[in-house]
């Protein structure tokens, strides 16, 4: 999992404003993922991405968007329609099998 | 869809002592079992996993369990050392298509010197 990176490591977002939340590997990975993590609870999915220009809505889009132009970058964008966004997000990759190896995750705070 | 319930959510223990987390999955056709651990503040770390064609792994002090028929798996900690202590989390999916993991509530586990 040393090959996956998040940045930033912290970022503020102010009221209406949309951030890009960065997410990149070099493992080679097909597969890809963004969870949301609230302070003491599991992850919830957001979206997961197969294979480049492909990707899935998982169980709290809403207020989320993504891209996957190439296969080792996966950007989560926070828009201004997420009125909650405060939590830690963790990126995932995963090879063509199961296991999803975690990024070291962006802790995204509201001003 | 999938549900993973995971108990229990908090477990003190003293050191040298066994722990022993347990999850329930409710898709009879999930496949894959990983396990998780998270220090705080860090990312979580993969432990161990198993799959459904084999009903028990280990790994040093770490063991995973399966029971296809019940539905259930559970993680055994074996000598508990105060390095231990973290949350843990238990996910199942089903292999195929996009594998999505569907996780647990978390169990945190305190090991006392």
């Known amino acids: 999992d040393g090959g996956i990176t998040q940045s930033p490591k912290y970022l503020f977002r102010k009221e209406g404003q949309n951030v890009t939340l960065s997410c990149e590997q070099n493992?080679?990975?097909?597969?890809m993922y963004w969870y949301r993590q609230d302070p003491g609870q599991g992850l919830r999915l957001i979206y997961y991405?197969?294979?480049?220009?492909?990707?899935q809505k998982g169980d709290i889009a809403e207020g989320y968007s993504v891209s996957r132009e190439k296969k080792e970058s996966f950007p989560l964008t926070v828009t201004s329609a997420q009125k909650n966004p405060t939590a830690f997000y963790l990126c995932?990759?995963?090879?063509?099998?199961?296991?999803?190896?975690f990024g070291p995750g962006t802790r995204l705070l509201v001003l | 869809g999938e549900n993973v319930e995971q108990h229990p959510s908090t477990l003190s223990v003293q050191e040298g002592d066994s722990a022993v987390i347990k999850c329930t999955y409710s898709?009879?056709?999930?496949?894959?079992f990983p396990w998780y651990k998270q220090e705080l503040g860090k990312r979580p770390q993969l432990i161990i996993d198993?799959?459904?064609?084999?009903g028990e792994k280990k790994d040093q002090r770490i063991a995973v369990t399966l029971n296809k028929t019940a539905k259930h798996f559970s993680l055994h900690i074996t000598e508990t050392q105060p390095e231990d202590s973290a949350v843990y989390f238990c996910?199942?999916?089903?292999?195929?298509?996009?594998?999505?993991?569907?996780f647990g509530a978390g169990t945190r586990l305190a090991v006392h010197p």
């Open positions: 995932a990759s995963a090879p063509g099998g199961e296991t999803q190896y």
């Open positions: 198993i799959r459904s064609n084999v």
């Open positions: 493992l080679n990975h097909d597969a």
């Open positions: 996910a199942a999916s089903i292999s195929g298509g996009y594998n999505k993991l569907i």
């Open positions: 991405s197969q294979i480049v220009n492909d990707f």
């Open positions: 898709d009879s056709a999930s496949n894959y």
